[in-house]
Structure formats: C-alpha cells, structure tokens
C-alpha cells in the first residue's frame, strides 16, 4: 500500500505544481470609446488632427500565455475632421478613396508583452487597398471590470508612424507631410 500511496501523493503533487492555464478572452470593441486618429502636418504651418468616429473590431487577450490579437475595422466614410467639405475631399480618390475602399483594418501577427502587460503590436494595416507591416507602440494598457457594465473591460492607448505614400496617397507631398502619426484610444468589453 506505501508505494500506491506515494504515487498518487506524487501524482496529486504534480497536478497542484502544474501551472494554471488561462483561456484567451475576447472583448468587444465598445465604438462610442474607441476613436482612431491621424496627425500630419500642413504646409509647415501645424499638425492638424482628425478621427473616425466609427470603429469595430475585437481584442483577444491571453495574460498566462502572453498573448492576444487585434483585429480592427475603421470605418473610413467616418472620417471628422471638422469640415463638411474636407471630410468630402479627404475621402476623395487622392486620398482614402472611400467610395472603392469603404474601411481601414488592421489585423496583428503578435503582441508583445512586458509581464502581463502589452507593450506592442505587430500587425498589417490596410488602407486603400494596400497592405503594410505597421507596429502599434502601447503606451498605456488598464483592464479591470467595469463599474458600470460589472464586466471584464480593458483599454489602451497606442502610436504608429506611417507614410501615407506607402498607401498611394501621396498628393500634396512635401507640402503636407507625407509622416502620419496614428494614435488609438481604445476600450472593449468582454464578450
């Protein structure tokens, strides 16, 4: 009997000593919090910066594994920059070409972390069409329930510097500078 009692002490041992695995969670984007902007600068004058004000998408998020993805969807017709009339013209064929390409995406290959906390992610950003390699610096991350929904939620803060030739929509360049910075504030809920 000593031997059969120390195998399952031994087996009973291991299983507590085994680290907890974690299920990736997905959150839902929450779109009346989650606003994409771009920043460039016109005709050395200044930086003038507009967003969208319609974006969805989800996060997945995996703390034990650290891991996740980001699949984002930008609805580019939703463009505000404060004009009626420029809104017009930026989504015109120079520029977003909202009529053939109605949404932004941008979709990760690998986040990473720093501890349980994600500090980057590599990803692919479309835009008109085109896609390019793009890594979103995560300059602050939260997740908590949220006291209102009494949810898992999370939020973040992320930059990216793009060119908007790498897109074709070169026009205006140098006058307008063709570097954009990307920044998004995002929160989601889980599902």
Known sequence: MKPRFALLALATAATLA???????????IDG???????????????N???????????????????????????DARSVETGSALFNQHIQA????DTARHPTITYKSTAVKFEGDKPVAVEGNLTIKGV????TLTVTGFHAMPHPMLKKPALGANATARVKRSDFNMS???????????????VEAVQQ
């Open 171 to 185: 026009k205006n360049v140098p006058y307008v500078s063709d570097e954009v910075t990307l920044t998004i504030a």
């Open 48 to 74: 003038q910066s507009h967003r969208f004000n319609k974006t969805s998408g989800t996060l997945v998020l995996d703390t034990a594994a650290r891991s996740g993805a980001v699949d984002i969807v930008i």
């Open 93 to 96: 064929e120079d520029f977003f």
């Open 131 to 134: 896609t390019r390699p793009v």
């Open 32 to 46: 009346t919090h989650t606003f994409p902007r771009f920043e460039y600068n016109h005709l050395g004058f200044s």
């Open 18 to 28: 085994a680290p907890a695995f974690a299920a990736p969670e997905t959150y839902a």
